[in-house]
């Protein structure tokens, strides 16, 4: 157990519509990390947010959204969903979000959309 | 732009035999690479990190990788596989900024036979 917690584990949806993934970080890290892992684009890093601030993003699409919130859990948002949205989301977290500090991954959230 | 190439999506060996995984990497400023491993139905655990302290890397469970400048390389080896390393690896390189964003390789899936 990473300590890492992500709800829910399973999501099943119709396209269309609009998801709200939540990651709960280690207690004592500042810094939350989106990944997406699909079949045809492999483990993508989506955004990143520390300490209630975005620092970095990657390749996420403008249809998702995210938010890291005051007590530090962090919500990814996804609208207008797709076929291609069907994935596993990953959450990580660390103490800060420089090198030295090692990413603890969540068990994931797994999107279905139909 | 950084990035990282597996190869070999699948490795079949025997219980006890050596254990190699290939990743090469592509990197402008001096990478920083790690290995994760995916158990089924898990998140990703880190198994070792290179940080540019030591080439010889040794992580958990056994594992351990040599970085090699010359050959852009960061290959995966244990000297004896056991029944439990069944699971999938992935190479992953970061710049080392303030974000430690991941990249991460197409994953190799590893069998092990009884």
């Known amino acids: 157990d990473s300590g890492v917690t992500q709800t829910p584990k399973h999501l099943i949806t119709a396209t269309g519509q609009r998801v709200t993934l939540r990651c709960s970080p280690r207690?004592?890290?500042?810094?939350v990390y989106w990944y997406q892992q699909s079949l045809d684009q492999g483990l993508q890093f989506l955004i990143q947010y520390y300490n209630g601030e975005e620092r970095a993003k990657g390749n996420i699409l403008e249809r998702f959204s995210a938010q890291q919130f005051p007590d530090l859990h962090s919500e990814l948002n996804l609208s207008s969903l797709e076929l291609g949205d069907s994935a596993l989301y990953f959450c990580?977290?660390?103490?800060?979000?420089?090198?030295?500090?090692?990413?603890?991954f969540g068990p994931g959230t797994r999107l279905t959309v139909l | 732009a950084q990035s990282v190439t597996q190869l070999g999506s699948h490795v079949s060996v025997s219980e006890g035999a050596l254990v190699l995984l290939r990743c090469n990497y592509s990197s402008s400023v001096p990478p920083y690479l790690f290995w994760y491993v995916q158990y089924p139905n898990q998140g990703l655990q880190l198994l070792l990190k290179y940080t540019s302290a030591a080439t010889l890397v040794k992580g958990i469970n056994g594992f351990e990788a040599e970085f090699k400048k010359s050959e852009t390389s960061f290959h995966l080896t244990k000297p004896s596989a056991h029944m439990s390393d069944a699971a999938e690896y992935f190479c992953?390189?970061?710049?080392?900024?303030?974000?430690?964003?991941?990249?991460f390789g197409t994953g190799t899936l590893l069998a092990v036979q009884p």
């Open positions: 990580a977290s660390s103490v800060e979000g420089g090198l030295n500090n090692e990413q603890f």
């Open positions: 207690s004592g890290d500042l810094s």
């Open positions: 992953a390189v970061s710049d080392g900024g303030a974000t430690n964003k991941l990249i």
